[in-house]
């Protein structure tokens, strides 16, 4: 179902434990998330509402276009606004708290509760009274009356300033971007209730857009949450379905992603002006299938980074394959080479190159950034679009190391 399709959904404020309500929305108007990732079928920002008897805290906010909607949830649920003590920032991007100043002009007795790294850096993001800032320390808790909230600093997951919330009743964990997936809720905001294996791709995709260059600081965080013994009943991320069935599955997920499984596996992204480098690109996965090396062929002038970064994260091995253009990289490929440069993807895996051209080779810059990305570069040769016997001894080559290496993974 499209995005366009849910608008007519109506996603009311839903009681998800005792005392604790979604009060999310769905965004269902932007096309790109972070004006970079294509989202098709929209995203959803979470907020929650924890009710105590001495007050309310409301966990996260929404991006600034839909304030309105969800400043009425918050009203719908808590009565009057003023009962709203504490806005809790686990994290200060934009889709989560654009909508904050709105929430304390209206909520005047709410103050933000914040680790000091958000407290440093909020007012370069929104202007709020620093009287109405409240810094809380890792481990920490707020107590609501009846209902007691705990923080955990998980920076990095996806800003240095991040944390978690944890609600000790209940077992909710306030998870954040962690945990979090593309698409707006569609037929209701549990695991439950929606297609989850929809929204667990959507996920791994979230995470290899959003999160995989701090696989490091995830995979801390899931480590500190376990030696905490938290007993979580409840994930509550800041987008996509909330988990209370299948918990496991999306820990797995993330045991997955964080901590690739490297596959027997070659992603070859390639770029194809008039058929010729295409025809090499067919002849190098025939003979890495032979070789019994499991290929993915991606088209860089015809899928999204986003899809690409998505496709790659288990591969052993990338391979970019691509003519001369302009004296320079075909630009598809040095952008897709450039995304995985920014999120530090070659960790633990080999690249090669392998360029075609009639009158310049152009490899210099594709090498430095796959350096730079944490690759080994097995092989980076430039040979004529019409190969020369040498050229078909130096593919032969490059398949040979490239399926040698891969079968080291094993
Ligand atoms: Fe959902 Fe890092 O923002």
């Not at 400043?71 to 003023?82: A, Q, S, T, W």
């Not at 080779?361 to 016997?389: H, M």
């Amino acid at each position: 179902m499209s995005c366009i399709d849910l608008k007519h959904i109506s996603l009311e404020p839903k009681q998800i434990v005792k005392d604790v309500y979604w009060v999310g929305v769905n965004d269902c108007v932007k096309d790109l998330f972070e004006s970079l990732w294509p989202i098709p079928s929209g995203i959803s920002y979470n907020a929650y509402v924890v009710e105590g008897s001495e007050g309310a805290a409301v966990i996260d906010g929404v991006d600034r276009h839909l304030t309105y909607e969800y400043i009425e949830k918050i009203r719908e649920v808590v009565g009057d606004l003023d009962r709203v003590k504490y806005v809790v920032i686990n994290h200060l991007e934009p889709d989560h708290h654009a909508s904050t100043p709105a929430l304390l002009s209206l909520a005047r007795n709410a103050r933000i509760v914040i680790s000091p790294v958000g407290a440093k850096i909020i007012q370069s993001l929104y202007q709020v009274p620093r009287d109405r800032i409240v810094e809380v320390l890792d481990g920490g808790v707020l107590n609501l009356g009846g209902k007691t909230l705990k923080f955990i600093f998980t920076p990095w997951i996806h800003w240095p300033e991040t944390m978690m919330t944890y609600l000790e009743e209940e077992g909710v964990l306030f998870s954040c971007d962690a945990f979090g997936s593309y698409g707006a809720l569609a037929g209701g905001i549990f695991d439950d209730e929606v297609d989850l294996e929809y929204y667990l791709e959507e996920a791994r995709r979230y995470f290899s857009n959003i999160v995989l260059k701090y696989s490091r600081n995830v995979s801390e965080a899931i480590s500190k949450i376990e030696k905490l013994g938290l007993k979580i009943s409840v994930i509550a991320p800041s987008h996509g379905p909330i988990y209370r069935r299948h918990i496991d599955k999306i820990f797995s997920l993330y045991r997955d992603l964080y901590q690739p499984k490297l596959r027997v596996k070659a992603s070859i992204i390639y770029g194809s002006m008039y058929g010729r480098t295409e025809e090499i690109v067919e002849r190098v996965a025939e003979a890495l299938r032979k070789k019994d090396v499991t290929v993915e062929l991606i088209d860089a002038a015809r899928v999204h980074p986003s899809y690409v970064l998505h496709y790659v994260v288990d591969s052993g091995a990338i391979v970019f394959i691509y003519p001369t253009y302009d004296a320079a990289v075909f630009p598809p490929v040095l952008d897709i080479a450039n995304y995985l440069h920014i999120k530090q993807v070659g960790r633990g895996r080999v690249a090669a190159v392998l360029n075609t051209s009639s009158w310049g080779p152009a490899i210099r810059e594709i090498v430095d950034l796959l350096n730079k990305s944490g690759f080994q570069v097995l092989d980076a040769v430039s040979i004529k679009a019409i190969p020369t016997p040498e050229d078909e001894k130096r593919i032969e080559e490059l398949i040979e190391k490239l399926a040698m290496e891969l079968k080291k993974l094993t």
